[in-house]
């Protein structure tokens, strides 16, 4: 499983709108700004949490984005499985897979539903919120 690009700004752009979150909508040239991605490519981005119903937009002056849920309702999860095409560690666990024939006495398919169950269960225990409380990069270093 690798994730992509896509799925990383996601991220992102909704920890940047859980950060400066309030009653105004926030615009997709701000937030291009503060994470430096092109507006172009947040576009697209932003364009599938709207239709997800992740986020609420306004269009016109005064118009933007902005979370329609706090920011502990939303698992990372829940958006990287918008953003992805599979969070699956391998093909025959992928969603519309249809079933492996091997499935009956392959030794690895336990083996690979325990890692499914593993990414998936830690994915979901993170919120958007835990990942605003992590801080900066390098806010961390100790002497």
């Known amino acids: 499983m690798l994730i992509s690009t896509k799925g990383r700004y996601a991220l992102r752009v909704m920890i940047d ?22 507006e172009k490519y947040l576009e697209s981005i932003i364009r ?10 306004l269009r016109g002056k005064g118009g933007g984005y902005r979370l329609k849920k706090s ?19 391998v093909a025959c666990l992928e969603e519309n897979a249809g079933g492996c024939p091997r499935t009956g006495y392959c030794r690895t398919y336990k083996l690979w539903q325990g890692l499914d169950k593993v ?17 900066a990069a390098g806010d961390d270093y100790v002497i």
């Open 71 to 89: 920011p502990e309702h939303y698992s990372v999860y829940s958006i990287l499985s918008l953003t992805e095409e599979s969070l699956a560690p």
């Open 17 to 38: 709108l859980a950060e400066h979150q309030s009653d105004e909508f926030i615009s997709l040239k701000e937030i291009a700004q503060r994470q430096e991605i092109s």
């Open 119 to 135: 990414i998936r269960d830690y994915l979901e225990g993170v919120t958007i919120a835990d990942l605003m409380e992590q801080g």
């Open 48 to 57: 599938m949490l709207v239709k997800a119903k992740v986020l609420d937009s």
